[in-house]
């Protein structure tokens, strides 16, 4: 059954580029602007319909010729069959993807990279295969981040659970591994009850649940995907009465890692304590950016950027690390956070 739905999408994924080549070759005056293919991993995450917000909304603006844009709807071989669309039928010059399965989707990559089609990815760093370039926050600095400011608002000791993503995921991995060398050096009187989830949010609240009924006296969540957790987490918290306002006897101490809107209010109304604004915006407008300039063999070196990130040398090609601030109380409502200006 899983083989039959992935085919029938890549030909429904073909028929509609066919009509889109179609429309382009008759529409298009100038011809000379580059043709890019998007597939976006996942509609079940507040912070990826973000990002596919302003993918939208960047495509309007840049001098590309896009393709219809595809999702792999968090799987790995749905993406490869996208990909093959996107380069045959729509001749892309240049991908666009966020592989979800960092370690599956070499050989995608090594079939691109012998076609001579570029790859931008976004969020996730590949193990191995050729990339254009990755397009991604440093994800070590937001599991410190999350834990020095839990280590501190717990005043170095308590009982924290941590929503681990995927382990076999470059986000999932260097966010728990910064995170549990932070605690372990920093805060060795707080005790880590480490949850994995996959990146799933009913595994994270069954676990929570769980957890609670062992340890009533929890008193921090670090969720490494509020996107996916916050929601689920909430409402578990408040069932069990346990969803007081910051400040108040009894507040879990909560720090996230997204800063989609609801986090934001989240913060506002004294639910979380803070999050770490993954910036959804750069990534849709960056993605774009250097996809066009793989497309036109442009090249870039290791270094500081223009945009207030840091290029940085990767085995397999370049990453541009792009900020993400910690977002509290006392900032929630800076207007240059994105999920402060995303339309809702």
């Known amino acids: 059954m899983k083989l039959a739905r992935i085919h029938s999408t890549a030909v429904l994924a073909v028929m509609a580029l066919a009509t889109a080549c179609n429309r382009e070759s008759t529409d298009s005056s100038s011809g000379d602007?580059?043709?890019?293919?998007?597939?976006?991993?996942?509609?079940?995450s507040d912070?990826?319909?973000?990002?596919?917000?302003?993918?939208?909304?960047?495509?309007?603006?840049?001098?590309?010729?896009?393709?219809?844009?595809?999702?792999?709807?968090?799987?790995?071989?749905?993406?490869?069959?996208?990909?093959?669309?996107?380069q045959t039928t729509g001749n892309a010059e240049a991908i666009i993807m966020a592989p979800q399965d960092s370690a599956a989707i070499a050989s995608t990559l090594d079939t691109l990279s012998a076609a001579k089609v570029p790859v931008v990815s976004v969020d996730t760093r590949p193990d191995t295969g050729d990339v254009y370039m990755v397009v991604r926050a440093d994800n070590r600095a937001y599991g410190t981040k999350a834990c020095e400011f839990l280590g501190e608002q717990l005043g170095g000791e308590g009982k924290v659970a941590e929503f681990q993503g995927a382990l076999d995921s470059i986000n999932g991995s260097d966010r728990s591994e910064a995170f549990a060398q932070?605690?372990?050096?920093?805060?060795?009187?707080?005790?880590?009850?480490?949850?994995?989830?996959?990146?799933?949010?009913?595994?994270?609240?069954?676990?929570?649940?769980?957890?609670?009924?062992?340890?009533?006296?929890?008193?921090?969540?670090?969720?490494?995907?509020?996107?996916?957790?916050?929601?689920?987490?909430?409402?578990l918290l408040e069932q069990k009465g346990l969803l007081k306002p910051a400040g108040e006897k009894g507040h879990i101490t909560i720090v996230s890692n997204d800063g989609i809107p609801q986090e934001l209010d989240a913060i506002r109304d004294?639910?979380?304590?803070?999050?770490?604004?993954?910036?959804?915006?750069?990534?849709?407008?960056?993605?774009?950016?250097?996809?066009?300039?793989?497309?036109?063999?442009?090249?870039?070196?290791?270094g500081?950027?223009?945009?207030?990130?840091?290029?940085?040398?990767?085995?397999?090609?370049?990453?541009d690390q792009l900020p993400a601030p910690l977002v509290t109380?006392?900032?929630?409502?800076?207007?240059?956070?994105?999920?402060?200006?995303?339309?809702r």
């Open 270 to 302: 004294g639910h979380i304590d803070a999050t770490i604004s993954q910036p959804a915006d750069l990534y849709a407008k960056y993605a774009m950016y250097y996809a066009k300039a793989a497309a036109e063999g442009r090249t870039f070196e290791p």
């Open 182 to 235: 932070c605690m372990k050096g920093k805060f060795p009187k707080i005790k880590v009850f480490e949850l994995p989830t996959d990146w799933k949010d009913d595994i994270a609240s069954a676990k929570l649940q769980s957890l609670l009924t062992q340890h009533p006296d929890l008193n921090g969540i670090y969720m490494q995907a509020g996107g996916v957790f916050l929601q689920p987490t909430m409402t």
């Open 47 to 86: 912070f990826w319909n973000s990002y596919a917000h302003y993918l939208k909304k960047d495509i309007r603006t840049s001098d590309i010729d896009a393709l219809p844009v595809t999702n792999s709807q968090n799987d790995v071989t749905l993406l490869a069959a996208n990909v093959q669309v996107l």
């Open 33 to 44: 602007e580059p043709t890019i293919g998007i597939d976006v991993p996942r509609t079940d």
């Open 329 to 343: 109380k006392d900032n929630v409502d800076d207007k240059s956070l994105w999920g402060n200006s995303l339309h």
């Open 304 to 319: 500081p950027t223009d945009h207030d990130s840091t290029i940085i040398k990767l085995p397999n090609g370049l990453e």
